[in-house]
């Protein structure tokens, strides 16, 4: 978690979507209500980015490359065919499963027909096919143009999910309302209160110290973010709390964070800093990236990208 919000926070990075960005209602119906994180990917915005192909290639986790990998082994061009990516993870009984969902040109009908031919069967889940893959990983289509991946378990929960077995994110307001604040982004996420409160301890570091974060932490409601990279790179998150002595808590916190961090930084890394603006409305905190291509590429090239990335 800490470094997934460093890249976004410090450096402005990893969030992902354009397509439209929002979800297929299909998509959407295999989403669990105990989600913990939605990131949307859109895969053309990337590719028409020299920045977010870039960033794509620095910090694209395993499981994305060995999606694509999988993809590629069954037929199917994730950099021609895929338009947009989304990973889901939640809230288990056993801990937290993740699962991801792929828009695009699938034609499955000569997919089956390649497995067919290829001899690969599939397994049927409550009248639901469910393929292997190389990678451990198993595929299902939801439609047409909706594919969803994962493991096992967490692929057989989002179709219970879908035949109402499990309950779904359409009764979770909290995560709704944020998801229809930033669908309209060419990259964008949300995180539940939980996963918003250990995010902001990690990114704090020694910072979180500087107040009792144990009880300003319980007030942090969950997390939205986008990112969009038409104009050089933007990026904003909005973390939502109960009130606004909160919000400009956690403003100052930040605040303090980002001088810390600037004291041992390079020229570059203090320019991306001074890039950034962190402040609070009402019950929201809000911090704002914007740089030019040219700055971001320095900034991937860091030591500070180093070290926030792994």
Known sequence: MKRQ????????????????????????????????????????????SESGMSLKARVMPPNLKEFESALKGMGIDADKDVEQLAFVSYRAKNGTRAFGLAQGDFQPKKFYARMKVKKIKPANYKNNWVYPTASGMVMSFLDDSTMLFGEPNAVHDALDTRNGEMESVSSNSTITDNMQAVEGGAIWSVLDDIGTQNMMRSALGDASKLADYDSVKKRLLGSRYTMDFSRGVNFDLDVITSDTMTAATMSSLIKAGMLFKKTNASQIEKSVIDAMTVDSDSGKLQVHFKADDRKFQSFLQSDMFATVSH
Do not use: M
């Open 5 to 48: 919000f460093w890249i976004f926070l410090l450096v402005v990075a990893i969030a992902l979507p354009a397509f439209p960005a929002s979800l297929g209602s299909n998509a959407r119906t295999v989403i669990p209500n105990a989600v913990q994180q939605i990131i949307s990917v859109d895969y053309r915005a990337l590719k028409n």
